[in-house]
């Protein structure tokens, strides 16, 4: 099926970067390779894996323009096995751009990736709809709570405008739940709310829980695996998501 997936949501905070990031760190830990594309102006993705947006001269956003993937692409400092295509304040600039233009560009690098993961800014605009054209693959990144859910009808309505417009091979792949507490019973409910309105098997296992250690490790600018035993239950969490998405990527 191809192996460009994009992480979205309209809403803020649930989780689309750390997400990103942790099947990142999960799939070098399995000894495959990445391409990280950071499609958001706020370019939380670059700064976390160790660059800082103001020195990048050659950004998503141009690449959404005419630049070459090629000139934008750099290593991280994550591992050898993670790149990444950053992203810059200029990306603002870009919301009107041509949706199939990303799609053209990562086309001429994906063939050297596992998979190519794209971190969508929180908004239903034309920058996660470049991301919904360049794809394979939506994964929905959500967490259970009420405000958690309530955007989930414009996201599919989003998809659902991408197919009938520039994509019609996307593939819905599924939704990830991140951010779940230990012992919640809001949490429970809003769980059983998501499995009834987009089906059960739509939901990706296992869930990710909330834990103090991925927000300390966003942070510090460190991958969840370099927290070892620490981190254990999240990063095997990543280890098993990537394992799922590696199966989409590769059929
Ligand atoms: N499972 C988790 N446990 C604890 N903290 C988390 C978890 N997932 C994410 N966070 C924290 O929540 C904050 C928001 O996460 P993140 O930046 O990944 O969300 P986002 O959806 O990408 O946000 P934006 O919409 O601004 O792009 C970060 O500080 C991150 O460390
Ligand atoms: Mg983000």
């Given at each position: 099926m191809g192996r460009i997936v994009t992480?979205?949501?309209?809403?803020?905070?649930?989780?689309?970067?750390?997400?990103?990031?942790?099947?990142?760190?999960?799939a070098a830990a399995a000894g495959h390779t990445v391409l990280v594309v950071d499609l958001d102006p706020q370019a939380s993705s670059t700064w976390v894996l160790g660059i800082d947006p103001a020195d990048v001269e050659v950004s998503s956003a141009e690449v959404l323009g005419k630049a070459s993937p090629h000139d934008a692409i750099v290593e991280t400092s994550w591992s050898a096995r993670i790149h990444l295509l950053p992203a810059s304040n200029r990306l603002q600039l870009r919301e009107h751009g041509k949706p199939k233009r990303l799609r053209g560009a990562l086309e001429q690098?994906?063939?050297s990736y596992d998979a190519v993961l794209i971190d969508c800014p929180p908004s239903l605009g034309n920058l996660t709809t470049s991301g919904l054209t360049a794809a394979d693959h939506a994964v929905i990144v959500v967490e259970p709570s009420a405000l958690?859910?309530?955007?989930?009808?414009?996201?599919?309505?989003?998809?659902?405008?991408?197919?009938?417009s520039h994509n019609a091979d996307l593939d819905l792949a599924g939704i990830i739940v991140n951010k779940v507490p230990g012992v919640s019973g809001e949490a429970d409910r809003r769980y059983d709310e998501l499995a009834r309105?987009?089906?059960?098997?739509?939901?990706?296992?296992p869930v990710i829980p909330h834990r103090v250690i991925v927000n300390q490790a966003t942070a510090e600018r460190r991958s969840i695996h370099a927290y070892g035993a620490r981190s254990?239950?999240?990063s095997i969490a990543f280890?098993?998501?990537?394992?799922?998405?590696?199966?989409?990527t590769r059929a």
């Open positions: 992480l979205l949501n309209q809403k803020g905070g649930v989780g689309k970067t750390t997400v990103t990031l942790g099947l990142a760190s999960a690098v994906a063939e958690g859910l309530r955007g989930i009808a414009a996201v599919a309505d989003l998809i659902d405008e991408v197919w009938d309105i987009v089906g059960k098997s739509a939901i990706w296992q254990a239950d999240v280890d098993q998501l990537w394992k799922k998405l590696r199966r989409k």
